[in-house]
């Protein structure tokens, strides 16, 4: 497999755009071609280069493309979007739309990431070891069908508006949330180990949500479905008591989502 | 000479009824509120800004408006991302300019909305917007809720022009035909003038009107709502039960549910509430927001039409771009992603909050600005703003979203401008001049 | 204390920034204030002035007090203006809107004296430059 090293060579003050960064991009291409491929700051096109030193180069397709970013990324945008194969790791941290739309293949970021983490991704792992922003795996503005594929696992903490518009796939996040975790789920799974603020699983219709922490302001549209142990869905274990309940009833007249809240972090629910 | 309808640039109110007789040193105005009046005495003012200034070593400096004018447009063609801030106080013809400018300059185009009812617009992309012209709520409203806004301070003649008062064709007798709900955390005088005030705990709008939904929808919300919006079940079924009772209802919306915890998502539930009753019970309701800035609405709906979006448009790419924490105003502003601003009649560096404000500051900054302000303060090229209504004509957009036509009652005080919308044409040439030279 | 943060007009906060008097005494006394429920301004020393700071405490005002019962018990308002907009949450969870109304924010009574707006650009905005 054909690895490709990005290293940050300066310190970047307005937000770069980096859609190149995929191994569907590098596949295929030498070192000079690499450097040579453009990225956005503002209004203005600049070659890859200007921001980062290049070694290696691309394999003979996406599958057998490697990238690896050796430092903080913070202010680069959509590494990764779209991709379908290949590997990318991030040693730092990512800026915004880290694997927005991503269909294939693995990121792995070491530190944290930005909002909008596998914005309406279809297939493939996303998996940021630190903290990330809102908007985990949504939809975008206005749309209805969020993340409908693969993998994107947390495991810090992350923001509000996680799996907003969620059709399918998984979202395991290991710290804990804030608000409206799971709005207008369709389908997929939802695993959060820690707490959540508000409105969880609000508006949604179908789909699960696993909460093992406390949740500090309960959806009024869910009813309560008695309880259920160690929950199993596939290869994703969940154990201990959970209490069940299902909505939301504010958005529909028989909706079928269901949220399961840690039995004994939860005892006022 | 008296002069009668009048168009009031302030808020969203556009009232359209005020009468003014202009004399040398004094204005003497009627049917206006409090605010309006403070606004039509800028006319005869000590304070207003009359002379272009730019900033050296700190200190502002009397410069020729030539000057002042290629100093912006200095600012603006060198910046490598400019934010152009076109504020409320404004034509919408002056704000089209900005957009086109800010289109030509690849840069971020942002207005008043941003800070104000922007979680409005996008609750509505959300969910649509089930609404009427304040007309509809004047002649058939028999119920009207104030949700998270206090009318008497920020629109003072909602009351009396749209909102409890005015004898419609089936409210022929005004206020004794109409209830009225009030909900707010805090206890204003909106709310005590109201039948029923709903007390909430702040940041729990969403969890209220989830509650609403899951009692039209025929089940008992889940118990919690009790203790998270210290409201109880039965006054939320007395609430609901005012509202399948009502004929037609008006439900008004401020920033206490646009910009309290929720956001987007509280004005969302909010159209979904107005949806359900239409649909499945039996009565009508429409919702409209309080827009507390004069033209706010307007950009919305010009850069909607233009550009296919309300605000926050980013321009980078040659074409518009549109999310909001990304390519808003305070985002920009606190992620320091910009480097140059240019504010046209809007104080931001008094209403955004301090990171954004302090960085705005630091940035070279172009202001069209017609008093001293914080955001004057921190400009460096600083331009005689011209008052819309008063001075020229143009077109505001009222609350509802009807564009009102007003023109003037006197002059632009200045030989080298005639409005605002002609300051920006005029900038926007300089700026097309520079950049075409480099 | 900790507080809960509403901001919002008031009739006179709309009129003097319309009329343009933002730099105004007037305004000051209107705008450079803290509402606080009895009970609160009680437990709180019935100070006369008090300092608001941020959530992530970096940020810190000081400003009148006005003792209330327009507020309810774990709030507080100030009208909007600069003031208010120091110690305002600057996070927009991804809408473009800071938390203008339910900000989280710590009040303690204070002697210091209270900025005039111009001021709070000038020393706060470009740290006395």
Redo the contacts between chains.
């Keep these: 497999m054909a690895e490709v090293k990005l290293t940050p060579n300066k310190e970047i003050?307005?937000?770069v755009?980096a859609d190149v960064i995929t191994p569907d991009e590098f596949a295929g291409k030498g070192k000079s071609e690499i450097e040579q491929l453009l990225v956005?700051?503002?209004?203005?096109q600049y070659p890859l280069s200007d921001f980062f030193d290049v070694e290696g180069e691309g394999g003979s397709s996406a599958e057998d493309t490697t990238i690896v970013i050796n430092g903080d990324v913070s202010r680069v945008k959509l590494i990764g979007a779209k991709m379908t194969a290949g590997k990318i790791i991030v040693k730092g941290s990512t800026g915004?739309h880290v694997g927005s739309q991503m269909a294939g293949g693995e990121i792995v970021v070491e530190g944290d990431a930005d909002?909008?983490p596998g914005m309406e991704m279809t297939g493939g792992v996303l998996h940021i070891k630190g903290n990330a922003?809102?908007?985990v795996g949504s939809a975008y503005?206005?749309s209805w069908h969020g993340m409908k594929g693969g993998r994107l696992i947390i495991d810090g903490n992350a923001?509000?508006?996680i799996g907003g518009g969620m059709t399918g796939g998984e979202i395991i996040i290991g710290g804990s949330i804030e608000?409206?975790c799971g709005?207008r789920q369709t389908g997929g799974l939802i695993v959060v180990k820690g707490n959540a603020i508000?409105?969880v699983g609000?508006?949604m219709s179908g789909g699960t949500i696993v909460i093992g922490g406390n949740i500090q302001?309960?959806?009024?549209?869910?009813?309560?479905e008695g309880e259920e142990s160690d929950l199993e869905f596939e290869d994703i274990k969940c154990s201990g008591t959970f209490k069940k309940?299902r909505g939301?009833?504010?958005?529909?007249?028989n909706p079928k989502g269901i949220v399961y809240a840690g039995k004994e972090t939860n005892p006022?629910? | 000479m008296v002069v009668k309808n009048v168009v009031c640039p302030v808020c969203g109110g556009s009232c359209e009824d005020i009468q003014v007789e202009l004399k040398d040193n004094s204005i003497t105005v009627k049917n206006a509120c409090k605010m309006g009046n403070g606004k039509f005495q800028e006319v005869v003012s000590e304070h207003r800004i009359k002379d272009p200034m730019i900033k050296k070593d700190g200190k502002f400096v009397k410069v020729s408006w030539e000057e002042a004018l290629d100093k912006a447009a200095e600012i603006l063609a060198n910046s490598r991302r400019p934010l152009l801030f076109m504020g409320s106080e404004t034509s919408c013809e002056a704000q089209e300019v900005g957009l086109h400018m800010g289109e030509y300059l690849g840069g971020v185009v942002d207005s008043n909305a941003t800070i104000c009812h922007g979680p409005t617009c996008m609750g509505i992309q959300e969910a649509g917007l089930p609404t009427s012209t304040c007309g509809v709520a004047i002649n058939r409203s028999d119920l009207n809720i104030y949700w998270g806004t206090n009318p008497l301070a920020s629109m003072p003649r909602h009351m009396s022009k749209y909102g409890l008062f005015p004898r419609g064709y089936w409210t022929k007798r005004g206020r004794f035909d109409r209830k009225v709900i009030t909900v707010d955390p805090r206890k204003t005088d909106t709310a005590v003038a109201s039948d029923l005030h709903i007390q909430l705990q702040p940041n729990s709008d969403y969890e209220l009107l989830n509650a609403l939904l899951t009692i039209l929808n025929g089940k008992t919300p889940h118990h919690s709502v009790e203790q998270v919006t210290g409201i109880a079940i039965s006054v939320m079924e007395e609430m609901v039960d005012m509202m399948l009772e009502a004929k037609f209802g008006s439900i008004n919306v401020g920033l206490g549910a646009g910009s309290s915890f929720g956001k987007h998502r509280n004005i969302e539930m909010a159209l979904n509430l107005v949806k359900e009753l239409n649909n499945n019970h039996g009565t009508k309701f429409r919702i409209g927001a309080l827009r507390g800035h004069c033209n706010v609405a307007g950009f919305n709906q010009i850069a909607t039409y233009l550009y296919g979006y309300p605000f926050a448009l980013d321009f980078a790419r040659g074409y518009a771009r549109y999310n909001p924490g990304e390519t808003s105003c305070v985002d920009l502003l606190r992620e320091k992603d910009v480097d140059a601003a240019l504010v046209l009649g809007a104080d931001l560096v008094g209403h955004t909050p301090a990171d954004s404000a302090k960085y705005l500051c630091q940035i070279p900054m172009v202001c069209i600005d017609i008093a001293p302000g914080p955001t004057p303060s921190g400009a460096d090229v600083l331009l005689p703003g011209v008052i819309d209504a008063f001075e020229c004509d143009g077109t505001f957009y009222r609350l509802d979203n009807v564009p009102v036509y007003f023109e003037p009652f006197t002059d632009s005080p200045f030989d080298f401008t005639k409005s605002n919308e002609d300051t920006m044409k005029q900038l926007f040439a300089k700026v097309k001049e520079l950049k075409e030279k480099a | 204390m900790k507080f809960l943060l509403n901001t919002g007009s008031t009739i006179d906060e709309g009129r003097l920034a319309k009329g343009g008097n933002k730099y105004s005494e007037e305004y000051k006394k209107e705008c450079a204030v803290c509402w606080i429920s009895p009970e609160d301004f009680d437990l709180l020393g019935c100070p006369e002035k008090v300092k608001v700071t941020s959530t992530d405490g970096r940020y810190s005002i000081v400003v009148n007090t006005k003792c209330t019962d327009r507020v309810m018990c774990g709030n507080i308002f100030m009208p909007r203006a600069i003031w208010s907009n120091v110690v305002v949450n600057p996070w927009t969870f991804s809408t473009g809107s800071p938390l203008y109304k339910g900000s989280p924010v710590t009040v303690e009574p204070s002697d210091d004296e209270v900025l005039d707006a111009e001021d709070v650009v000038l020393k706060l905005y470009y740290g006395g430059e």
Excluded: C, V, Y
């Design positions: 003050d307005l937000k755009e956005w700051q503002g209004p203005s915004m909002s909008w922003g809102d908007h503005r206005g923001r509000s508006q608000n409206f709005i508000r409105a609000a508006e302001k309960f959806t009024p549209g869910m009813q309560n309940f939301d009833f504010a958005i529909a007249k006022d629910l």
